[in-house]
């Protein structure tokens, strides 16, 4: 099986951009200390712009409405179309054992049924690689990030998901979570992505 790993472009990596910021502010505090009349002056306020720039590059979309978080974590579903499936089989979330916070506080604000909407393009903190991840919808409205999808489906699912992003839907399945105290698993249902 052919397992396509996708990346975040480094425009977009916090991790490459936190280290440009601090690239470009070692590089203007060398300038200033250079010998140079006019151009040291000009090159370090150059630079420092341009760092500025990259740090609002980073920050700027925890501030946007309906942004994402360098996660791509949901914070809102208003004005998402929500498709529900008919699930054909049982998975469970991978690296849901970093997430026992989220899993529990949306365990705790949902009387009756859990479900969960499957995000496309998400990732780690500070991790590059894109995965689709599984978040899960409280009785409160709230969204808390579960874990991700196993990498076998991932990609496949992956394609489908961005198509419905694309047009603002999101696909919807049913959860379980295991176990009555930490650490809690959690299963999902999947079946066939609507078109």
């Known amino acids: 099986m052919n397992l396509t790993r996708r990346w975040k472009p480094f425009w977009r990596w916090e991790a490459f951009l936190f280290a440009m910021v601090l690239v470009l502010a070692i ?3 060398f300038v200033t200390r250079a010998n140079w009349p006019v151009a040291g002056p000009i090159l370090a306020i150059v630079l420092l712009v341009l760092a500025v720039a990259i740090a609002v590059l980073l920050v700027l979309p925890l501030f946007r409405r309906n942004g994402r978080d360098s996660e791509n974590t949901r914070k809102s579903l208003e004005g998402v179309e929500l498709l529900e499936i008919e699930p054909t ?5 991978v690296e849901s054992e970093r997430r026992q916070n989220a899993i529990d506080a949306a365990h705790a ?10 995000t496309p393009d998400a990732s780690r903190w500070l991790g590059r ?3 689709v991840a599984v978040d899960l919808i409280g009785g409160d409205g709230q969204i808390y990030r579960a874990g991700f999808v196993p990498p076998e489906v991932d ?11 694309a047009r603002r839907a999101a696909v919807v399945v049913p959860v379980t979570i295991n176990g009555s105290g930490r650490p809690f698993t959690v299963d999902f249902g999947l079946g066939a992505v609507p078109a």
């Open 27 to 29: 590089a203007a505090n």
């Open 89 to 93: 089989k049982t998975l469970r979330v």
């Open 109 to 118: 604000k949902t009387t009756g049924s859990l479900t969960a909407v499957l």
């Open 129 to 131: 690689e894109l995965r």
């Open 155 to 165: 990609p496949e699912l992956s394609a489908e998901l961005r198509t419905l992003a």
